[in-house]
């Protein structure tokens, strides 16, 4: 009997099998996968029922040298531990079916290393996201945490600004994209969807930038966030007023969000400027109408503060508290941002053009400034940089 009971359920899970037929949308990827397409069919085939849609949406999308190497395994496990989170997470049900498809079940957001994090991925940060009973909460709890669980910084000595989340986990340190790409798949790992967003070239300074998106279900609106969170929560940081700058369906200087499904567009990846692999959507208006209040007035000068500190010849970051003087009256103070920022990312004070200051590192009480430097934006001078050194 139990050798029929065998047989039988062999028999049944063959004849499924050969039943399933797969449609016209995943065949093009079938064809341009090449000797793989065998993986492809296995993971379409022994996919259950319930998942089989996610599967063929991974599929369908997928770019043409994932088609052509990714193994079925690799897949199917990917798929299973996205459903599994959908499932058992309080907010999973209340993810739209096309957010969860294209948010949450892929394997990755550019073209970093195809990594098998996910099944690590949802036992650490299910565990950080606790009892927690929204996608919000769990979020707040994930970005505080996701550092010290990780290890890993901000550093412009990472070996590549791609990296995938097991290279940046083993080196300990990622550039923007990299820590980017680390908090997706934290994220999408507990099935909160998750992108990332990122500008080529800011319109008004050097250097480019990429950060994430979420999506949650509290709020139904897709929302900006990153790595090391602003104090503020979603939709605020450093970052806002440079994107309030962005300029709609320029590939340089737009703001995009990457898309799993084809779009009729695509992310910039300044490391490789000519691909076109990842899809994307233009997300710059919501930036620039988010941020229009951040930006400098006429007649106002941003200034653009940074402290060094010089140990063992390599002059380091350094967080301090920074006064703008108009002799002994403070008109504005803040921190300037530690070793672990962003390059981009610097004190903002915004003064009026045509006015004498002086910009300061108070010393202690009593004691004379640790560093000063005077300055007089000039009119019309929208910005100016200044770096203070520490002795």
Same mark, same amino acid.
């Given at each position: ?37 065998? $993986? ?32 079925? $395994? ?129 319109? *008004?300074?050097?250097?480019?930038? *990429? ?60 490391w490789d400027f000519d691909a076109t692999t990842v899809p994307a959507v233009d997300v710059t208006q919501r930036y620039v109408d988010l941020g229009a209040k951040t930006l400098a007035k006429p007649? $106002? ?91």
């Amino acid at each position: 009997m139990r050798v029929l009971t065998i047989s039988l359920t062999l028999f049944s899970a063959i004849a499924f099998a050969c039943e399933y037929t797969i449609p016209e949308s995943v065949k093009n990827t079938l064809k341009s996968a090449a000797a793989n397409a065998p $993986e492809l069919e296995l993971a379409l085939t022994k996919c259950p029922d319930d998942q089989r849609k996610g599967m063929e949406f991974l599929i369908e999308h997928m770019p043409t040298k994932d088609a052509q190497t990714l193994k079925a $395994e690799y897949l199917l496990e990917n798929v299973s531990l996205a459903y599994q989170a959908r499932n058992e997470m309080p907010w999973g049900k209340e993810i739209p079916e096309d957010i969860f498809l294209n948010d949450v079940i892929p394997y990755a957001s550019l073209d970093e290393s195809r990594d098998s994090w996910r099944k690590d991925f949802y036992q650490r940060f299910r565990a950080i996201a606790g009892d927690s009973k929204s996608a919000l909460e769990a979020l707040t709890k994930i970005n505080t945490a996701i550092e010290k669980e990780t290890g890993v910084q901000y550093n412009t000595k990472r070996r590549a600004a791609n990296q995938g989340p097991a290279e940046s986990m083993q080196l300990k340190m990622a550039s923007c994209t990299g820590l980017s790409i680390l908090f997706v798949d934290a994220l999408r790992a507990v099935g909160i969807p998750a992108r990332i967003a990122g500008i080529a070239m800011w319109t *008004n300074k050097d250097g480019n930038h *990429n950060w994430i998106e979420v999506w949650l279900p509290e709020r139904k609106i897709w929302q900006f966030g990153e790595y090391n969170p602003d104090k503020a929560g979603l939709d605020h940081g450093w970052l806002l007023a440079d994107a309030a700058r962005g300029v709609p369906g320029s590939i340089v200087h737009a703001i995009y969000a990457t898309s799993w499904k084809k779009t009729d567009k695509h992310f910039p990846m300044v490391w490789d400027f000519d691909a076109t692999t990842v899809p994307a959507v233009d997300v710059t208006q919501r930036y620039v109408d988010l941020g229009a209040k951040t930006l400098a007035k006429p007649g $106002e000068c941003e200034l653009r503060i940074d402290a060094y500190k010089t140990a063992n010849g390599e002059a380091k970051r350094e967080a301090v508290t920074i006064e703008v003087r108009q002799f002994d009256i403070v008109v504005a103070k803040g921190t300037t941002p530690s070793a672990t920022a962003d390059m981009n990312n610097f004190l903002s004070i915004r003064v009026p053009q045509g006015v004498r200051y002086q910009v300061i590192i108070p010393g202690s009480a009593g004691q004379k400034p640790l560093a000063m430097e005077e300055i007089a934006p000039k009119d019309k001078q929208e910005n100016l940089r200044i770096n203070l050194t520490i002795p």
